[in-house]
């Protein structure tokens, strides 16, 4: 026997007879029990004195800590950081976030799972372990059970081991030499690593470039190419009407473009403005004709000073008693419809701003007639 031993192997022929020398084993008190077995045999945790295995627990903890991280990133993207309404939800919806909460909760349990049964348990990197170049590992990987005696100290007593073995029914013994364990990461094996990686990532490299112009045609990249699609603008077989470009489903609109209860001005003259004039219209109203209508008509809707007018056009005259006399009707009706070299503004406005601006125009115009008299009078 060796003086200096990991362990001492004890080979038995059946599982009782292995349960039944473990409690003698552990009695003897000479170091650390252990057992291999080519099958798992219930009730040996108990018998060799096992905790229970606190990997589940570890497990449960990080994928709670993947599921709270998920919908920590994603309630604060959605809701904090960058809010969108999706389908007319609140921006915080956990509702949306379960499907990426559930694939980082696996994420984070499975790597637990592997890395802490690696790491943390069975103390890896640890590549040569004395039992798997044991005589007895042909038999504990077929038909043979084996108690082992570790070695707890330097004052490990192989020959002791073995004889509690023999007294416990093995039928065979046999004692370990302790393994080298000087470290594996040095500096020479760290840089071939990172040498055999960089040469890996050359090599694989070149492949594919070289294999890309060789072979340009091969699948999937031929596919990648040549994909159908259609051409809006030419005839296709694939709807009835041989059109590329479908009109749209009889009876709808599109968003943004929706007529005004009136088909001509002439009729519009008959709606009713629905804001009452606060304050808080007349700001909305200013910020709208600010942004869209200042540009033609001027400061103060007389085209006077405005840009179209600095080049020679002719913008309406807001303040001509024709748009004076105009009801608040046909003017809503002009913003939604354009009239004359004015566009539409209706897929840009809501229908309470287009209000906005109408109640501004008349507070705009009054103001004006209110400076013409005051001209008047001082005359």
């Given amino acids: 026997m060796p003086e200096t031993s990991y362990a001492v192997l004890g080979v038995f022929e059946t599982p009782d007879a292995l349960m039944k020398a473990i409690p003698q084993v552990r009695a003897s008190k000479l170091g650390t029990v252990e057992a291999y077995t080519p099958y798992a045999l219930h009730g040996i945790e108990e018998a060799l004195g096992l905790r229970r295995s606190p990997l589940g627990g570890m497990v449960l903890v990080m994928g709670i800590l993947g599921a709270i991280t998920a919908f920590g ?5 959605s809701a904090i950081d960058y809010p969108i309404i999706t389908g007319g939800k609140s921006a915080g919806s956990w509702e949306a976030f379960i499907p990426i909460m559930f694939e980082v909760t696996v994420l984070f349990a499975t790597f637990t799972a592997g890395l ?10 640890f590549f040569g372990h004395p039992v ?13 059970y084996v108690l082992a005696l570790e070695a707890e100290s330097e004052a490990f007593d192989s020959a002791a081991a073995a004889r509690a073995l023999q007294a416990a029914g093995a039928i065979e013994v046999e004692a370990l030499p302790a393994p080298d364990r000087s470290p594996f990461l040095t500096s020479d094996w760290v840089l071939r690593t990172l ?56 009876g709808t609109v599109a968003r943004g473009y929706l007529p005004t209860a009136t088909g001509t001005q002439e009729e519009a003259a008959s709606l009713v403005n629905p804001l009452p004039r606060t304050p808080e219209v007349f700001a909305l109203g200013k910020k709208v004709y600010k942004n869209r209508c200042e540009v033609c008509h001027g400061a103060v809707a007389n085209g006077v000073g405005s840009l179209t007018a600095a080049y020679g056009a002719k913008p309406a ?4 008693q024709q748009f004076l006399d105009y009801p608040d009707g046909k ?20 229908e309470r701003e ?3 601006v109408v109640d501004y125009v008349r507070a705009l115009q009054r103001a004006q007639n209110a400076k013409d008299e005051d001209l008047k009078v001082a005359r």
Avoid at 73 to 77: D, G, V
Avoid at 132 to 144: E, N, P
Wanted: aromatic fraction near 14%; hydrophobic fraction near 45%.
């Fill in 116 to 125: 802490g049964m690696l790491f943390l348990l069975n103390k890896l990197p």
């Fill in 132 to 144: 798997l170049s044991s005589k007895a590992i042909k038999g504990i990987t077929r038909d043979r």
């Fill in 73 to 77: 990133f994603q309630y604060w993207i």
């Fill in 331 to 350: 003017i809503y009706w002009a913003i939604v419809n354009g009239k004359n070299a004015m566009p539409s503004h209706a897929p840009y406005l809501s």
């Fill in 317 to 320: 005259n807001l303040q001509a």
């Fill in 354 to 356: 287009r209000w906005a």
């Fill in 195 to 250: 040498g055999g990686i960089f040469t890996a990532c050359v090599v694989a490299g070149l492949a594919m470039y070289f294999a890309t112009k060789w072979f340009p045609v091969l699948a999937p990249m031929k596919y990648i190419q040549e994909q159908p699609r259609l051409n809006a603008q030419k005839a296709s077989s694939f709807f009835k009407d041989g059109h590329g470009m479908q009109q749209p489903v009889p």
